[in-house]
């Protein structure tokens, strides 16, 4: 049995949801710049690919100054390149739909994730689920066919691209779980990336030439070097400042503050790209949101009622 996490110290709270609210600001400029990047003509796939590299690079420093090992026992490698393969896929999705719609409008549909995440926690975890969050999951889904209905008939079957998002994410999550009670988070994310950019690499080198748009990879010229390096530059600083949110405040109090990274997508979507959510897209977020949150307020009063172990 994998031994639990210890519970953060109170005090430490306030230093956690304020890493959670950092990581919300600077997530969407990883979108941004991949949004940036495809529609300057950067292959998805390399887009992809880039993320890792960078953020595998910008890691390493981190994992050698806190004196990390980098040894991975066959197990671990097994977990790893699992997670890796649902990242790169769930990645790859995700710039495959913003090339060409508004990136809160994908996020929005992606934020069914942890609906997905329930259900999956429930079938292959036998996590319980009682009828009110299942209704809840049902009014998610609902909330992500407002925002994909608009955007289907802007845009087409690509609007579809983030619901591929939602569920690998989903799946990179339970791998997730299932390995954080025995591997360091920074090391995880380090071997995360250069795992994905190892398994992107042999993708990239037999599309060269051949025409497939999403994978054929070149040569970048002027800015698109400054997107792809922001790829992987923000996927890192994010997703370490979700890391360190999550060592100092419990789960559960920074879960409600991830749907503000939609506030911050719409912003940026605005400023950068002229993009505005419609009306019925509003609704969808609006809907999708209300659904996560009951659904998160459900986990922490059952969380209470749980015995305390002796």
Not at 64 to 84: D, E, I, K, W, Y
Not at 101 to 128: K, W, Y
Not at 148 to 172: D, E, H, K, N, R
Not at 230 to 242: D, E, P, Q, R, T
Request: glycine share 10%; hydrophobic share 60%.
């Amino acid at each position: 049995m994998t031994a639990s996490p210890a519970l953060p110290r109170t005090e430490h709270v306030p230093r956690g949801i304020a890493l959670m609210l950092l990581f919300c600001l600077t997530a969407p400029l990883l979108d941004v710049s991949a949004k940036l990047g495809a529609e300057g003509g950067i292959p998805v796939g390399q887009i992809t690919a880039a993320r890792f590299l960078g953020q595998g690079l910008l890691m390493l420093p981190i994992v050698a100054v806190m004196g990390l090992s980098l040894r991975l026992s066959p197990r671990a490698l097994g977990f790893t390149l699992l997670r890796a393969v649902f990242l790169i896929i769930s990645t790859f999705s995700f710039v495959s739909g913003i090339a060409v719609m508004p990136v809160a409008d994908a996020l929005a549909i992606a934020f069914v994730e942890p609906f997905i995440l329930l259900l999956l926690g429930s079938l292959i975890f036998g996590d319980r689920v009682g009828p009110r969050r299942i209704a809840a999951c049902a009014v998610g889904f609902g909330g992500a066919l407002l925002v994909i209905q608009p955007s289907l008939a802007a845009f087409g079957m690509v609007a579809l691209w983030p619901l591929g998002t939602a569920v690998f994410f989903a799946f990179y999550m339970l791998v997730t779980r299932e390995i954080s009670g025995w591997m360091h988070p920074v090391t995880m994310q380090f071997h995360t990336a250069w795992t994905g950019f190892v398994l992107c690499l042999p993708i990239l080198i037999l599309a060269e030439g051949s025409g497939i748009p999403a994978l054929d990879p070149v040569l970048p010229q002027g800015l698109d070097w400054l997107w792809l390096a922001g790829v992987g530059f923000w996927a890192a600083f994010s997703h370490l400042a979700i890391t360190y949110a999550l060592k100092n405040a419990p789960a559960a109090t920074l879960a409600p503050l991830h749907y503000s990274e939609i506030v911050v997508a719409v912003a940026l979507g605005y400023l950068i790209f002229a993009d505005f959510p419609n009306l019925l897209t509003w609704a969808g977020i609006a809907v999708i949101t209300a659904s996560g949150l009951y659904i998160i307020h459900r986990e922490r009063t059952l969380a209470r009622q749980l015995p305390i172990a002796p």
